[in-house]
């Protein structure tokens, strides 16, 4: 990674070169600091208690029903699936990951505020129309899905609303529409799996395991994945389409869920529908979700190619933001040459290239939130903090001790 100097001249509407004089010599966060105002501590604290409160809610009445040692059981397997959803949803926002605490907003919503609603709604639901006392066609075809995916749906809203800046495109509604699904599908597997150990044991227990968390997995994420992605696809848009697209992915997720719950009641219902359904629609989205990452791939490579014209990178600098391999390439770099500071530099390098280039695409399509200029302005003063501290770095003298960039513009 090479210094590279602005320009006087500064074409395409990019932020004229800031002076360096009176610039932080470190930066103390992953992002620019900002001031934590009042009103943003008690937004946090009540979804907190909101999130705790259901989720204490939830598990109080499935200890009432199972039994402490069979929800023990329950959570301890139910975790297992969340390892694995959770970490293939993380893997697929590597271009600009979302900070973690909306992820955690997004996880407790799931897990505490929407399931929550469900047990509320669907309860009662089955006691208005169902008889036996069983739920039946009308109440797990009809009422769970829809109260089922409007409460998930609304956590996916939420994190938009707390912070309008996070949300890029359709990568980022998958990721925390996925994030809520994880949260709901915990949950309620804790209760499902807790409810058959009790039921029938451990044979029972296994039926159960294998069904919920080795076969279908990403049910519950992949619905709400479907409302993401329409929000996600929505922000970057205007007029009619920001508020169809949602609409339209609730309306697709509502049917997708009932058609699964639907299938229980037929014979061969479920083997058809995971055939027939749920495996193209898994499909259909991983297919998606690669499309849209890729598009996030030629939005970095456009926008910083446009910064390294500016001045504000080198080109070896804006390729390697934009370039999955090379950014792992640059990490490796970096922390042979820098230690873990280095590599802690660099990943914050990466991060916030990131998030410039998706911010100045918002710009250019006229969908940025308000204050956007001064955001941009604050992302290219930390890159160029970051820089320093990369360089500062790795200047120990080893082999490794090569800017990356001038590396990088020699091959």
Not at 13 to 33: D, F, K, N, S, V
Not at 111 to 121: D, E, H, P, Q, R
Not at 359 to 386: F, I, K, N, P
Not at 397 to 411: D, K
């Amino acid at each position: 990674m090479t210094q590279a100097g602005p320009s006087p001249a500064v074409g395409g509407g990019l932020p004229a070169a800031p002076p360096l004089e009176g610039w932080p010599a470190a930066l103390p966060a992953r992002r620019p600091a900002r001031r934590t105002r009042a009103r943003d501590v008690v937004v946090a604290a009540l979804l907190a208690a909101v999130m705790v409160a259901g989720l204490l809610r939830v598990l109080g009445i499935v200890l009432v029903e199972n039994g402490p040692s069979a929800v023990a059981v329950g959570l301890a397997l139910a975790l297992l699936p969340v390892l694995l959803v959770g970490a293939v949803f993380l893997w697929l926002d590597r271009y600009e990951a979302e900070p973690p605490g909306l992820l955690l907003v997004a996880l407790g919503w799931g897990g505490g505020v929407a399931t929550a609603i469900a047990l509320a709604v669907n309860t009662q639901a089955s006691v208005l129309l169902d008889a036996s006392g069983e739920p039946g066609p009308v109440s797990l075809g009809v009422v769970a899905p829809i109260t089922e995916e409007v409460a998930k749906a609304l956590g996916v809203v939420a994190v938009l609303l707390l912070r309008r800046r996070e949300f890029d495109g359709v990568v980022d509604g998958v990721v925390y529409a996925g994030m809520v699904g994880i949260g709901f599908a915990f949950v309620e597997n804790v209760l499902y799996f807790s409810g058959a150990l009790v039921a029938g044991g451990t044979q029972q227990l296994a039926v159960t395991f294998v069904l919920r968390a080795v076969v279908s997995p990403f049910a519950h994420p992949l619905f709400t994945v479907v409302v993401g992605a329409a929000i996600g696809a929505a922000v970057a848009r205007r007029g009619r389409a920001r508020w169809l697209l949602p609409v339209g992915g609730l309306a697709v997720a509502v049917l997708l869920h009932g058609a699964w719950n639907l299938s229980t009641f037929a014979p061969l219902g479920f083997p058809v529908v995971y055939l027939v359904l749920q495996v193209p629609v898994f499909a259909g989205v991983v297919v998606l979700v690669v499309l849209a990452r890729r598009r996030e791939g030629r939005v970095l490579r456009q926008h910083l190619a446009a910064y390294a014209d500016a001045g504000w990178l080198t080109p070896a600098e804006a390729h390697m933001a934009a370039s999955l391999p090379e950014r792992r390439r640059a990490r490796r770099w970096a922390r042979r040459a820098g230690g873990r500071e280095g590599a802690e530099a660099m990943a914050d390098f990466q991060h916030l290239a990131g998030e410039l280039a998706l911010l100045r695409e918002r710009r250019v399509r006229g969908t940025a939130h308000r204050g956007a200029a001064e955001d941009e302005r604050d992302l290219v003063r930390s890159l160029w903090v970051l820089r320093e501290r990369v360089l500062a770095a790795s200047a120990r003298p080893t082999a490794e001790s090569v800017p990356f960039g001038a590396t990088r513009a020699a091959a």
